[in-house]
């Protein structure tokens, strides 16, 4: 006579908590200060942090998404058009008078994520909501169904 186990059902995993919430969102949006000191890690915390906690809490989802689409947007585009910019302005003598302006403006961008980013943090830290203009919008209407 043997004994069988019984088939083991996975549990579900438990909801985050309110403070849990909020600290993981934080931490999604203060990520950004980690490109300070590896350049690149602070698109990839964010992007951890989502696909941890996407199951266990739609805020902590929403808030990671909106970190690392607005991580990706001002360091790597912002990177990449500030290059493409001031090279222009070097090869093509007229229109590098209107590039070079541009230049110094996209290479602000991570800049600007950067102050974005860390007031993301606090307001999220302190129970408010928060939202990245044009991005928080078009990451609720198209991941957040």
């Given at each position: 006579m043997s004994i069988?186990?019984?088939?083991?059902i996975p549990v579900p995993p438990q909801p985050l908590?309110?403070?849990e919430e909020r600290q993981w969102a934080m931490f999604a949006h203060l990520s950004v200060l980690l490109n300070l000191f590896t350049g690149l890690l602070g698109v990839v915390a964010p992007l951890v942090i989502y696909m941890i906690y996407k199951d266990r809490s739609r805020y902590v989802a929403y808030h990671s998404l909106q970190s690392l689409i607005m991580q990706a947007v001002c360091w790597f585009g912002g990177s990449v058009l500030a290059i493409i910019t001031s090279t222009l302005s070097g090869v093509i003598p007229f229109i590098g008078l209107l590039c070079l302006p541009l230049a110094c403006i996209f290479g602000l961008l991570p800049l600007a994520a950067l102050i974005y980013g860390t007031i993301g943090g606090i307001q999220i830290n302190q129970g408010k909501d928060f939202k990245y203009w044009l991005i928080g919008d078009w990451v609720q209407n198209n991941f957040m169904k």
């Open positions: 069988e186990n019984p088939p083991q908590t309110p403070a």
